[in-house]
């Protein structure tokens, strides 16, 4: 009865650690991934409050906090964001209607591939932010380079992702398609364009990340509103809190731009088998 009894406890202290791992496991992942961020917050304020951070090298969060409140009542921050949000939206749609042409021009044709691509190839290749200051002597200091700096950072991931994927259809679906009938255009239409969107869609928000990145740059250099403009001030006045507060909009902006291409591509590759771990 002693050894039966025994082997139970034993099985019991087995069975524990696997129970708290499971227990560990069970432990919702989003609030488990908010674990690191909140610790490096108060570390971060701790060492702001000590004094190891000085407020000339960089604010703490509480400092930042207000800083966000204070700009967001006076209308300053809104106004601001929807300036660049804009100046975004232009640079961004004229991006895509370029890169989407030209990826199609060098993807269904050899001779557009063969005019259309080594330019473009030796552009991507340029240090874009560099050329901003071509942009300022070509079209002045007003919206024009700033809109600009955006739409020629954005084209090169919509033009390679869509090339790309045209080049990766499947030849046998598209004789599939020349035997039932289909002309050039009904192929393009109903086995191209749905083969290539995923890699497509995929340069979308590369695209997005890459125009709020060349925003940044253009804004800050000759402007007199936007997000940038702010930045431009707050560094004057060595406002640390107020820079990190309009550096978290430009990245809460490219979170809800990339979160909306997404939803876009949740909508339109329904078609598509889920993968699942």
């Known amino acids: 009865?002693?050894?039966?009894?025994?082997?139970?406890?034993?099985g019991g202290a087995a069975k524990a650690p696997g129970a708290a791992g499971r227990a560990a496991r069970r432990w919702p992942l989003p609030l488990a991934r908010l674990a690191s961020p909140v610790a490096i917050l108060l570390v971060w304020q701790l060492a702001s409050t000590t004094g190891l951070l000085p407020a000339a090298v960089l604010a703490s969060p509480r400092e930042i906090a207000g800083a966000a409140v204070r700009l967001t009542v006076s209308g300053?921050?809104?106004?601001?964001?929807?300036?660049?949000?804009?100046?975004?939206?232009?640079?961004?749609?004229?991006?895509?209607?370029?890169g989407v042409g030209l990826g199609l021009v060098a993807g269904l044709s050899r001779l557009g591939d063969l005019v259309v691509d080594p330019p473009l190839q030796m552009l991507k290749a340029l240090p874009f932010l560099g050329?901003?200051?071509?942009?300022?002597l070509w079209f002045g200091i007003g919206e024009v380079p700033k809109i600009g700096m955006v739409a020629f950072g954005a084209v090169f991931p919509i033009y390679l992702t869509l090339h790309g994927g045209i080049q990766g259809i499947d030849a046998k679906l598209v004789e599939a398609g020349r035997t039932l009938g289909l002309g050039t255009l009904g192929i393009v239409r109903h086995i191209v364009l749905p083969g290539a969107l995923p890699a497509l869609l995929v340069g979308v928000r590369y695209g997005l990340s890459i125009a709020w990145l060349s925003l940044v740059v253009a804004e800050q250099i000759n402007a007199s509103s936007g997000?940038?403009?702010?930045?431009?001030?707050?560094?004057?006045?060595?406002?640390?809190?107020i820079i990190v507060v309009c550096l978290l909009v430009y990245a809460l902006m490219g979170l809800l731009t990339d979160g909306l291409v997404r939803a876009i591509e949740a909508k339109l590759l329904r078609w598509r088998p889920a993968v699942t771990p």
């Open 1 to 10: 009865m002693a050894d039966v009894q025994a082997l139970d406890e034993a």
């Open 76 to 98: 300053e921050l809104p106004a601001g964001l929807g300036v660049s949000f804009l100046r975004v939206v232009a640079g961004f749609a004229i991006a895509l209607v370029a």
């Open 131 to 136: 050329l901003l200051p071509l942009f300022i």
């Open 227 to 241: 997000i940038g403009a702010i930045i431009t001030y707050a560094r004057d006045f060595l406002q640390t809190d």
